[in-house]
């Protein structure tokens, strides 16, 4: 056996040392470690110190985090500075305040661009440092932070959170602190969390949900993103509802190209662009939505073009966007124009939008002025409108702050149709007034989401009036990255509506479940049953669907 050599050991030093260890664990064993969970880690809220803010509600501050409260009470834009994945910073943000994991975060901030809320996702930092830098350099912003940092940084100030400020009683931005195995320093798990802390060392998980920015840009940077899915169906007896005349077949979906770029502090430009596949194999490019956005605060923003009308929560919140929505296709009352739609889901012309906070309630308005339908429902009139009359729009949503999942919202359509002489247009028809109700309910807690929307469409002419509706219901339920969902939805069309002669009676159900198998990309499997009435030769038929679709963001 090989001898150990070194100085001579000290035992009764190695005891004592042994002594204290024991102790010391015993104590920890007895009631040491107890206490010890229960200690917190607070965290700061903190903006620049020539911001007046002081304080917070904790429901503001979840507002401004998920971009729905923009600017300050003082007019100026917040500048929201986000802390890196995996930090602590970004585990009680997503815990306390979003409610939300990293992969629902990213989603969030893609849904928010695609509606055209924001132009760009909020900046992140890769370390405390460097978020805190930002602070002080821009009156605009706020950021969260571990309390020991902001506590010792000049030209900063701490805002209370619902009356109190970090280590007070009931402040409620903390985190369970890690047990301290280590109090006099024997180098265990404590040491090294206190070690990581003073380095500020990175890791090795980035945030793409954001990116920080430094120096200057000659031109404003255009940010470009898409949509697009591929997918398999297979139709039984698909002669009344469906485009496709195959009943087994892979399909490429649309190419849907969005850019944004942020053209100064209230000044925004948005551009959708969607490559469609047609049946003889060609693509065609529609220009979807071009948008000019001028923003006064959050209570009134002007957009200017081409945009999705808010009739409704579906239109506006997904359109083109696959892989936002759920499920697989839109419901029926929701097709688009070309697609035998009954709805006016695109107009061109003008939109004035805003949102009022109170301690309770946020309520979004809107009100949207433009060319209305022509003579038949597609296309969309882009440069011409026929008749003086424009259509108008107003939509109300309303969020109980106390019941931050749900969203109840309703508008009101109003259009003047000019007649349609020519059966190679449409179908023909006198002068009709329209008017479209719409009423809508959404509610979100645990994974669980229910969506549904009823629509009402009134046609009156010189002769009988019309009234055709459509609703649909969806419920799904996400557990971790498998959501099952199911859907039940009816169209009926007024047998005396000439508008909407050649469209048919629908109801369909339909059970699914989608598989988010990365940040990015979805597959969806699909079952639906429609029983469908042709009003015309008042034949009724079945058309069963099984699809299974690919769809991914980029």
């Given at each position: 056996m090989a001898e150990l050599h070194g100085p001579p050991m000290n035992h009764t030093l190695l005891g004592t040392r042994l002594l204290v260890v024991?102790?010391?664990?015993?104590?920890?064993?007895?009631?040491?470690?107890?206490?010890?969970?229960?200690?917190?880690?607070?965290?700061?809220?903190?903006?620049?110190?020539?911001?007046?803010?002081?304080?917070?509600?904790?429901?503001?501050?979840?507002?401004?985090?998920?971009?729905?409260?923009?600017?300050?009470?003082?007019?100026?834009g917040i500048e929201l500075v986000l802390n890196r994945a995996g930090s602590d910073e970004k585990k009680l943000l997503l815990s306390k305040v979003y409610d939300m994991t990293e992969a629902q975060l990213k989603k969030h901030w893609v849904e928010l661009i695609y509606r055209n809320q924001i132009s760009s996702p909020p900046s992140t930092y890769p370390s405390r440092e460097t978020a805190l830098q930002a602070v002080v350099r821009d009156p605009r912003a706020i950021a969260l932070l571990h309390s020991t940092v902001a506590q010792g940084a000049a030209s900063l100030k701490i805002l209370r959170i619902d009356g109190r400020l970090p280590g007070q009683d009931g402040y409620p931005l903390t985190l369970q602190q890690a047990m301290r195995l280590d109090p006099i320093g024997l180098g265990g798990p404590a040491s090294a969390q206190g070690a990581r802390f003073a380095r500020q060392e990175p890791e090795d998980e980035a945030d793409t949900g954001g990116e920080e920015t430094e120096?200057?840009?000659?031109?404003?940077?255009?940010?470009?993103?898409?949509?697009?899915?591929?997918?398999?169906?297979?139709?039984?007896?698909?002669?009344?509802?469906?485009?496709?005349?195959?009943?087994?077949?892979?399909?490429?979906?649309?190419?849907?190209?969005?850019?944004?770029?942020?053209?100064?502090?209230?000044?925004?430009?948005?551009?959708?662009?969607?490559?469609?596949?047609?049946?003889?194999?060609?693509?065609?490019?529609?220009?979807?939505?071009?948008?000019?956005?001028?923003?006064?605060?959050?209570?009134?923003?002007?957009?200017?073009?081409?945009?999705?009308?808010?009739?409704g929560y579906w239109n506006e919140?997904?359109?083109?966007?696959?892989?936002?929505?759920?499920?697989?296709?839109?419901p029926r009352i929701l097709a688009f124009e070309d697609d035998g739609g009954l709805l006016p889901v695109h107009m061109i012309g003008l939109v004035f939008k805003g949102r009022h906070m109170s301690q309770h309630l946020q309520t979004d308005y809107s009100l949207e002025l433009g060319n209305g339908r022509g003579p038949a429902a597609d296309p969309p009139q882009i440069?011409?409108?026929?008749?003086?009359?424009?259509?108008?729009?107003?939509?109300?949503?309303?969020?109980?702050?106390?019941?931050?999942?749900?969203?109840?919202?309703?508008?009101w359509y109003a259009d003047s149709i000019p007649g349609n002489p020519d059966p190679l247009i449409g179908p023909v028809h006198t002068a009709?007034?329209?008017?479209?109700?719409?009423?809508?309910?959404?509610?979100?807690?645990?994974?669980?989401?229910?969506?549904?929307?009823?629509?009402?469409?009134?046609?009156?002419?010189?002769g009988p009036s019309a009234d055709s509706d459509g609703y649909y219901l969806q419920i799904s339920r996400q557990i971790e990255r498998w959501t099952p969902y199911a859907r039940y939805e009816a169209v009926s069309v007024d047998d005396a509506d000439t508008f909407f002669a050649d469209l048919d009676d629908l109801e369909r159900w339909l059970l699914g479940v989608?598989?988010?198998?990365?940040?990015?990309?979805?597959?969806?499997l699909q079952y639906a049953h429609a029983d469908v009435t042709d009003d015309a030769s008042g034949t009724q038929g079945d058309e069963d669907e099984l699809e299974l679709q690919l769809s991914f963001a980029f």
């Open positions: 024991t102790l010391v664990t015993m104590a920890h064993a007895s009631g040491g470690l107890a206490r010890a969970q229960q200690e917190l880690e607070h965290f700061a809220v903190i903006v620049n110190a020539g911001n007046p803010q002081n304080e917070l509600s904790l429901n503001a501050l979840r507002l401004i985090y998920l971009g729905q409260q923009r600017y300050w009470g003082s007019g100026k120096g200057f840009e000659i031109i404003p940077r255009v940010l470009l993103r898409g949509f697009t899915h591929f997918e398999l169906g297979a139709r039984d007896n698909p002669a009344f509802v469906s485009t496709r005349e195959s009943e087994g077949a892979f399909a490429l979906g649309g190419l849907d190209l969005f850019l944004t770029s942020r053209l100064s502090e209230r000044a925004s430009f948005l551009n959708e662009t969607v490559f469609e596949p047609t049946e003889d194999g060609e693509y065609v490019l529609d220009v979807e939505r071009v948008i000019f956005k001028y923003e006064f605060g959050d209570f009134l923003n002007v957009q200017a073009g081409r945009f999705h009308t808010t009739i919140a997904y359109h083109h966007g696959e892989w936002l929505q759920t499920s697989a296709g839109r440069t011409i409108d026929a008749n003086d009359p424009k259509a108008l729009n107003l939509g109300l949503t309303l969020h109980p702050l106390t019941l931050a999942g749900l969203s109840v919202g309703g508008s009709l007034d329209e008017r479209i109700w719409s009423a809508s309910l959404r509610y979100q807690e645990n994974g669980w989401e229910a969506l549904g929307e009823y629509f009402a469409i009134e046609h009156e002419s010189s989608r598989w988010d198998f990365g940040d990015w990309s979805a597959l969806k």
